[in-house]
C-alpha cells in the first residue's frame, strides 16, 4: 500500500489558474482530501472551457473533488462556512481582500476552525503600494528577476515557460506543510502568506549573491565563467552540457577525455581563477573539439572519465529517458497526457496521482450533504446555488 503522509487532511480550495491549484496537487497526491470550490457554469478558468477534459486543469487539478456553488448568495457563502469546521487547511490565491469582502476571510473562518491553516497567495503580496495588481506568471518572472537574468544583457527576451506560478505553488505546499507539522506539535492555527514575488526569490537567491559577490546583477552569461559551464554542440547535431565547477579533478579528466594534454600547460587554464578569467578563449576550444565527435561518442568519454555531464534534452526526451523511467517520476500516459509525480519517494515508492479531474460540480451534492440534510442541498440545486456537472454530451 502506498503511503500517503497527508491522508485525513481536508483542503478546501479558491481561485484557479496555476499556483493556488498546484499547491494543493501536492497535497492531494499526498493523500489530502482536496475540495475544490468554483463558480458555477465555466468552474477554473484553467478548464478553458473544455471542462475536464482540459490538459492544463488535469495536470494541476487530477484526484480533487468538486464542488461549484455561487458565492454571491447568502446560502452559497453560509454553505462553505458549514464546510469550514471540517476542513485543516484552507488555500487562497484571490487578489488581496476579496475572501474578506466575500465574509470568508481568515477571521471569519478562524471563528469557525481555530486551528485553520488559512493560506493566501497572491501576486505581490498583502501590503505595499502593488499589493492589488494583478499578476501572472511572467509578470513574477520579470518582476522578480528571472527574464533579467535569463536574458543576455541589454537584450531582455521573455523565457520559454512557466517558472513563477510553478516555484510560488511549491513554495506554498512548503509552506503549509509546515504550518500542519507546527498545528499536530503545538496546536493552534496559522495565517500562512506568500506571493510571486516572494516564491520567485528561492530561485533566484543565487543570481543575489552573485551580485553582491560582484557588485554587478547577473544576466545569462554571467554564471558560466564561476561555474564552467559549457554548452556544446557536437558532429551529430545533439548539444551537450558540462559542469566543471571549480574541481581540478573535473578539469583533468575533461583534458583527458579530449585527449589535449597540452591544455593542461596552457597558462590561462592552469587553474580554476584562469579558467575563470579565461572562459570565454576556453569556449571556443571546447566547441571546436566537441564538433568532431558525435554525441554517443562524447558520452562514452565522458563517463569513462568521470566528467559532469548531460545530454540536453526536450520535455519529452526527459520523460520518456531510462533514467526518468526508472525513477517512475510520471504516471502512465491517458487520454493524451502524463501526469507528472510529485518529487518524492517515501520508502522507494513515489505516491501516484489520481489520473482524473472533476467535471464543474462533479461532487456537489456528496460534499453539501456531509454537513446538510438531503433536502436543503436538494433546494439549494433547485434555486442555482449549488450546481451541478453539465452533462458531457453538451457541455
Known amino acids: 500500500m502506498q503511503h500517503k503522509p497527508l491522508a ?27 475540495i475544490k470550490i468554483e463558480r458555477p457554469g465555466g468552474g477554473d478558468d484553467f478548464r478553458r472551457g473544455a471542462d475536464a477534459d482540459s490538459f492544463y486543469f488535469r495536470q494541476y487539478n487530477s484526484g480533487k473533488r468538486s464542488v461549484a456553488v455561487d458565492l454571491k448568495t447568502a446560502e452559497g457563502i453560509a454553505l462553505v462556512k458549514a464546510l469550514v469546521p471540517t476542513a485543516d487547511v484552507v488555500l487562497e490565491n484571490l487578489r488581496p481582500g476579496k475572501m474578506d ?12 476552525r481555530p486551528d485553520l491553516v488559512y493560506t493566501s497567495v497572491t501576486g505581490f503580496g498583502s501590503s505595499g503600494d502593488m499589493a492589488a495588481r494583478p499578476a501572472y506568471d511572467m509578470i513574477g518572472q520579470a518582476f522578480g ?20 506560478d510553478l516555484i510560488t505553488g511549491l513554495s506554498t505546499a512548503t509552506g503549509i506543510l509546515a504550518a500542519l507539522v507546527g498545528r499536530a506539535h503545538h496546536g493552534g492555527g496559522r495565517h500562512v502568506e506568500t506571493s510571486i514575488s516572494e516564491a520567485v526569490s528561492t530561485l533566484t537567491i543565487d543570481a543575489m549573491t552573485q551580485f553582491f559577490d560582484s557588485g554587478r546583477a547577473p544576466t545569462r552569461q554571467s554564471r558560466h565563467p564561476q561555474a564552467q559551464n559549457f554548452c556544446l554542440r557536437t558532429s551529430s547535431g545533439e548539444f551537450i552540457v558540462l559542469h566543471l565547477s571549480s574541481s581540478q579533478k573535473f578539469w583533468e579528466s575533461l583534458v583527458a577525455a579530449l585527449g589535449r594534454p597540452a591544455l593542461l600547460e596552457d597558462r590561462r587554464f592552469a587553474r580554476f581563477a584562469d579558467r575563470e578569467t579565461h572562459y570565454f578563449e576556453l569556449e571556443p576550444i571546447l566547441e571546436a573539439e566537441f564538433a568532431r565527435r558525435p554525441a554517443a561518442e562524447w558520452e562514452q568519454l565522458l563517463i569513462a572519465h568521470d566528467v559532469p555531464f548531460a545530454p540536453v534534452l526536450d520535455v519529452d526526451g526527459f520523460r520518456r529517458h531510462p533514467q526518468v523511467e526508472a525513477l517512475g517520476l510520471y504516471e502512465p500516459e491517458q487520454d493524451g497526457l502524463a501526469l507528472t509525480r510529485v518529487p518524492w519517494r517515501f520508502d522507494s515508492e513515489r505516491p501516484h496521482r489520481h489520473p482524473e479531474a472533476p467535471r464543474v460540480g462533479e461532487h456537489s451534492v456528496d460534499v453539501a450533504c456531509e454537513v446538510y440534510p438531503a433536502d436543503r442541498v436538494r433546494d439549494l440545486v433547485d434555486r442555482g446555488v449549488l450546481a451541478l456537472p453539465r452533462d458531457p454530451v453538451h457541455a
Not at 485525513?8 to 482536496?34: K, W
Not at 528577476?145 to 517558472?163: E, I, K, M
Open 101 to 112: 469582502a466575500l465574509g470568508l476571510g481568515r477571521a471569519d473562518l478562524t471563528a469557525l
Open 145 to 164: 528577476g528571472l527574464v533579467s537574468t535569463l536574458s543576455n544583457a541589454g537584450d531582455a527576451r521573455l523565457t520559454g515557460t512557466c517558472l513563477a
Open 8 to 34: 485525513g487532511i481536508r483542503v478546501l480550495e479558491f481561485g484557479g489558474y496555476i499556483s493556488g491549484p498546484y499547491a494543493t496537487s501536492f497535497l492531494c497526491s499526498l493523500g489530502a482530501d482536496v
